[in-house]
C-alpha cells in the first residue's frame, strides 16, 4: 500500500512517512492476527452436530489484557505524532523567505515582496497558481482565503493547511529536491474545486536568482 | 421493579380500527417499525444511485452516463445514445446527497428507527413504547422531512452541493455555490428530521427506563437493547447542537446574519465546531445499534453467551463518554490553534480502546462454540471484518502528522464507508434475522447467502482500492482526477472502484427480490425459528397489539445458550425451569 505515496522532497517528510509506516505495520498485524483468528474459529467450531459450545461467560484476566495492549499502543504513538505536529504546525522556522497566497475561487493568487521587500504593500509581485522557491531554504507563507475555505495541499512536501476566510495562517516548508510539484486545493469550495491547482517549482539557487531576476524585479501593475 | 403493561387480548383489533388506523397512522410500534424500514429501503436506492453516478464520473470522467440525457440542462448535458454528461456542479451535489441521504435517511431510520421502535418493547418485555402517538408522530414528521429533502432535487439551481458537512462559507452564502432554495431545503429538512429524531429518543428512553418487565434488569437486557439505549442518550444531547448550527446557516443564509460569515464579524470555523460537535456523537449514534445487533446474533448462532456482556455494555457507555471529546480531530487542519489538535488526538486514540475490546470480545463469544453459518450470522461476521478494517484505518488519522497528508484525501473515505457503510451488512444482518418475527414469514436462505457473498465481495472491492488512492494523495469530492498529473498514475483503481461498485449495487437485486418475494409468498415462520432467547421470540408470530399472551417474567440474561441448566442449546429468559431447578443470579 505505502508504494503510492508519492515522492518525498520535505525536510518534515520523513518523520510523517516513519509514521505512517509505523501505525501500517503495527494495524496490518492486528488485522491479520484478528481475521486469522476468526477465520480458524469459523472453522474449527463450526456446528457439525457433535459437541455442545463451551459455556462461557467471559475472562476478566483477558479483558484487562486485551485493554491495556491496545491503550498502551495507542499513547505511544500519540506522543509519538505530538513532536511532528508541533515541529510542522507550531514551530515554523525564520526565515527571511516569505510569500503570501491568497486562495478564490478558483485558484491560488501568489504574492511576492516587492522591491520594498515587504509583503502586504502596493509593490508586491502576484502570479496565479504558481510559487517559485530555492531548494533547501525555508519558505513561510501567510495563506488566507477571500471567500470559502480553499485547502494549500502540497503531496511531496506532506504538507496541507485549510485557507479559512477572515485569518491568515503561517505555513512553512523546506524542500530538498529541485523539481516541479503539484498544488491542488484540498477543500471544496464551489463548482471549480476539481482542477483548482498550481504548481511549486523548486530551483537551484542559480536558477531561483535567474528567475527571480526576469519575473520579480520592479513591474508595472 | 417497573410497571407492567396490561396485555391486550390475542388477536387485536384490526377490524375495529381501519385500513388508516393500521397502516398509516398507527399507534402500534412494531407498524411504525416496519414504516421506517420501508421508507429506508426506498432511500437507500436513491442514494445508491446517486454514489453510482459519483463513481461513474471518477472512472470515466465527462463521459455520458447511459440513460441520464433525460435530466435537463444544465444539470445534465446530452451526451450520445440518449445518455447524459455530469458537469462539475452536478456532481457536487450527487455525492452531498447521496452522503446525507445515506446518513439521515437510511442508516438512522433503520438502525434506530426500525430496530429501536420494532424491537425495544418486545425485547423488553412491554406492550408498546410508553407515548405511542409521540412514536407515530415521530415517523411522520420524518416523512416531512424525507419529502423536503427530495423536493430539494427539482428547485432551480438543483439540490444542495456543499458537502454533506455544508462548511461556511461556502454553504452560507448562496452566490458562493449557485445553489439557492436546494440549501435552504436541506437545511430545512434536517431541522426537522431531528424534530423526528428527538421525540424518537424520548420515547426510547423512558421506555427502556419505566418499561422492563419484572426481572428484567438492565444487566439482563440484550445488547441491541444497551446500543439504542445508549444512541437514544447521544440523539438527545447531540441533536440540539445540530439544530441550533442549521437554524444559524440558515439565518446568514435568509436573514442577513453574520454567525459564519468573516466579513459581517462571524467564524467560519464555528460551523465546524458546531456540525463536528454533533457529528462525532452522530457517528457513534450510526455504528453503536449496528453493534448492538452483531452482539446478539454473533451470540445466537455460535450457540454461547457473548463473551463479556458487562464489558461490552460498559465499552458502548464508554464510547458514548468518550464521543464527546473527540469532534476536534475532523478539524486537525482547519487552522484551530494546533494545541487544541494535540489535546483530540489524545482523546481519539483512546477512543479505539472501546471499539477493539468490543471486536475481540466478539472474537471471544466465536471460540468454543456451534456456529451456524445462517444469513444473518454471515452478514453480523461481514460486520465485524469491515468494522475491523475501518477502525484500524482510523488509527492512522488520528495521528495529527499522518493526518496533514491523508485529511480530504481517498484515505478518509475508504475509512468512513468501512466504519459507516460497513454497518450496512449489521443492517443487512438485522432484517434477516427479525423478518420472521416483523412479517410472520421466512426470506429464502440461499438466496439471502447469495446476497452475502457478492455484497462482501464487491464491498471490498469498491471500498479498499480507496486506501491506495488515498495514500497517493487522491483528494476528496474532485470531479475529474486526470485533471491531476500526480494522479493519473492511479486512474485505473478509480476505474476497478467503480466497476466494483456498480457490482455491488447490482447485486442488491438477490436482497429486493427477496425481499419483496418473501413478504408475498415466503414460508410462514413459526414463533422462534431460530431458538434464539431473547423476549421478542417468545411472543406470537406475528405479535398482536400488546405483543404478549401473557406479562413475561425475566429469569436470567438473554445469552444462556448451551446452558448446563437444560438439555437444548438454548433457554428463554422467560422460561421458568420451576422452584426445583438451580437459581443462577446471572
Redesign the interface.
Known amino acids: 500500500m505505502m508504494q503510492w505515496l508519492p515522492e518525498d522532497v520535505s525536510t518534515f517528510g520523513p518523520e510523517i512517512d516513519a509514521l505512517f509506516y509505523l501505525i501500517y505495520y503495527i494495524t496490518a498485524a492486528t488485522f491479520i492476527l484478528v481475521t486469522v483468528l476468526m477465520v480458524v474459529f469459523l472453522v474449527v467450531y463450526r456446528d457439525r452436530g457433535d459437541r455442545r459450545a463451551t459455556y462461557n461467560h467471559g475472562n476478566t484476566t483477558l479483558e484487562i489484557i486485551w485493554t491495556i495492549i491496545p491503550a498502551a499502543i495507542l499513547i505511544v504513538l500519540a506522543f509519538m505524532s505530538a513532536s511532528s505536529w508541533a515541529k510542522v504546525k507550531r514551530h515554523a522556522p525564520e526565515s527571511d523567505f516569505e510569500l503570501g497566497v491568497a486562495a478564490k475561487q478558483f485558484n491560488w493568487e501568489v504574492s511576492y515582496a516587492g522591491p520594498d521587500a515587504k509583503l502586504g504593500t502596493d509593490d508586491d509581485v502576484k502570479f496565479d497558481n504558481d510559487l517559485h522557491v530555492p531548494v533547501n531554504k525555508v519558505v513561510r507563507i501567510q495563506l488566507s482565503a477571500k471567500d470559502v475555505i480553499h485547502s494549500f495541499f502540497l503531496p511531496n512536501l506532506r504538507l496541507k493547511q485549510d485557507a479559512v476566510p477572515g485569518r491568515t495562517i503561517l505555513v512553512w516548508f523546506e524542500a530538498t529536491k529541485p523539481g516541479k510539484y503539484e498544488l491542488p486545493c484540498a477543500e471544496l469550495c464551489g463548482f471549480g474545486h476539481s482542477g483548482m491547482k498550481g504548481w511549486l517549482y523548486v530551483h537551484t539557487p542559480e536558477d531561483y536568482q535567474k528567475w527571480a531576476g526576469e519575473n520579480l524585479a520592479a513591474k508595472p501593475q | 421493579m417497573s410497571d407492567t403493561v396490561a396485555a391486550h387480548a390475542p388477536g387485536g383489533h384490526h377490524q375495529e380500527l381501519g385500513f388508516f388506523r393500521t397502516y398509516i397512522f398507527s399507534l402500534d410500534h412494531k407498524m411504525i417499525g416496519r414504516q421506517f424500514l420501508f421508507m429506508g429501503l426506498l432511500m437507500i436506492v436513491v442514494g445508491g444511485l446517486l454514489a453510482m453516478l459519483v463513481r461513474w464520473q471518477l472512472a470515466w470522467p465527462e463521459t455520458a452516463v447511459p440513460g441520464l440525457g433525460i435530466i435537463p440542462e444544465p444539470y445534465i448535458y446530452a451526451g450520445e445514445h440518449g445518455g447524459g454528461i455530469i458537469?462539475?456542479?452536478t456532481?457536487?451535489a450527487l455525492f452531498t446527497m447521496h452522503a446525507t441521504i445515506m446518513i439521515f435517511f437510511v442508516v438512522m431510520p433503520i438502525m434506530v428507527g426500525t430496530f429501536g421502535n420494532f424491537l425495544i418493547p418486545l425485547m423488553i418485555g412491554a406492550g408498546d413504547m410508553a407515548f405511542p402517538k409521540l412514536n407515530m408522530l415521530s415517523f411522520w414528521v420524518g416523512a416531512i422531512a424525507t419529502v423536503l429533502m427530495l423536493a430539494s432535487f427539482f428547485v432551480p439551481g438543483g439540490p444542495a452541493?456543499?458537502?454533506w458537512t455544508s462548511?461556511?462559507?461556502?454553504s452560507a452564502r448562496a452566490q458562493?455555490?449557485?445553489v439557492e432554495w436546494g440549501q435552504h431545503l436541506w437545511i430545512m429538512s434536517l431541522l426537522v428530521l431531528g424534530v423526528s429524531s428527538l421525540m424518537g429518543s424520548i420515547n426510547y428512553i423512558t421506555t427502556i427506563i419505566n418499561m422492563r418487565a419484572p426481572g428484567m434488569s438492565y444487566f439482563r437486557m440484550p445488547l441491541t437493547v444497551w446500543s439504542l439505549f445508549v444512541t437514544a442518550i447521544l440523539l438527545l444531547l447531540a441533536l440540539p447542537v445540530l439544530t441550533a448550527a442549521l437554524a444559524m446557516l440558515l439565518f446568514d443564509r435568509m436573514l442577513g446574519t453574520s454567525f459564519f460569515l468573516?466579513?459581517g464579524g462571524?467564524?467560519?470555523?464555528l460551523w465546524q465546531h458546531m456540525f463536528w460537535f454533533f457529528g462525532h456523537p452522530e457517528v457513534y449514534i450510526l455504528v453503536l445499534p449496528a453493534m448492538g445487533v452483531t452482539s446478539d446474533i454473533l451470540s445466537t448462532f455460535?450457540?454461547?453467551?457473548i463473551?463479556?456482556?458487562?464489558?461490552m455494555a460498559f465499552s458502548m457507555i464508554a464510547i458514548a463518554f468518550l464521543s464527546w471529546v473527540v469532534w476536534g480531530h475532523h478539524m486537525f487542519?482547519?487552522?484551530m490553534n494546533?494545541?487544541l489538535?494535540?489535546a483530540f488526538?489524545?482523546t481519539t486514540?483512546?477512543i479505539?480502546?472501546p471499539s477493539?475490546?468490543k471486536?475481540?470480545?466478539w472474537?471471544?463469544t466465536?471460540?468454543?462454540?456451534?456456529?451456524?453459518?445462517t444469513s444473518p450470522m454471515l452478514f453480523a461476521?461481514g460486520f465485524?471484518?469491515n468494522f475491523?478494517?475501518g477502525g484500524?484505518?482510523g488509527?492512522?488519522m488520528?495521528?495529527?502528522?499522518?493526518d496533514?497528508?491523508i485529511?480530504?484525501?481517498y484515505y478518509i473515505v475508504a475509512h468512513f464507508h468501512y466504519v459507516v457503510a460497513g454497518i450496512v451488512f449489521a443492517l443487512f444482518a438485522a432484517v434477516y434475522f427479525w423478518f420472521p418475527k416483523m412479517f410472520g414469514r421466512m426470506m429464502n436462505e440461499p438466496m439471502a447467502k447469495i446476497h452475502f457473498v457478492l455484497t462482501y465481495i464487491f464491498f471490498n472491492g469498491a471500498f479498499f482500492p480507496m486506501?491506495?488512492?488515498g495514500?497517493?494523495?487522491h483528494?476528496?469530492?474532485?470531479?475529474?482526477p486526470m485533471?491531476?498529473?500526480?494522479l493519473q498514475p492511479?486512474q485505473h483503481w478509480n476505474v476497478f472502484i467503480t466497476i466494483s461498485a456498480l457490482c455491488l449495487g447490482a447485486s442488491q437485486i438477490f436482497f429486493v427480490v427477496n425481499f419483496v418475494w418473501s413478504l408475498c409468498a415466503g414460508k410462514k415462520a413459526e414463533r422462534n425459528p431460530w431458538q434464539a432467547n431473547t423476549l421478542e421470540w417468545s411472543a406470537p408470530t406475528p405479535a398482536p397489539h400488546g405483543n404478549f399472551e401473557v406479562q413475561p417474567v425475566v429469569y436470567r440474561g438473554p445469552?444462556e445458550?448451551?446452558?448446563?441448566e437444560v438439555k437444548e442449546?438454548w433457554l428463554p429468559q422467560d422460561k421458568n425451569l420451576g422452584a426445583g431447578a438451580a437459581v443462577r443470579a446471572?
Open positions: 458537469p462539475p456542479q456532481y457536487n452541493a456543499g458537502g462548511y461556511a462559507t461556502l458562493y455555490t449557485g468573516p466579513e462571524g467564524e467560519p470555523l455460535s450457540r454461547k453467551p463473551f463479556g456482556y458487562h464489558a487542519i482547519s487552522g494546533p494545541l489538535g494535540t488526538m489524545m486514540m483512546v479505539a480502546v477493539a475490546i471486536v475481540f470480545n472474537l471471544g466465536l471460540w468454543g462454540g456451534t456456529i451456524r453459518l461476521l465485524v471484518s475491523l478494517i484500524l484505518s488509527v492512522f488520528a495521528s495529527t502528522p499522518v496533514i497528508f485529511h480530504d484525501t486506501h491506495f488512492l495514500v497517493a494523495g483528494m476528496r469530492r474532485i470531479y475529474n485533471q491531476y498529473e500526480f492511479m445469552y445458550y448451551s446452558s448446563p442449546d446471572h
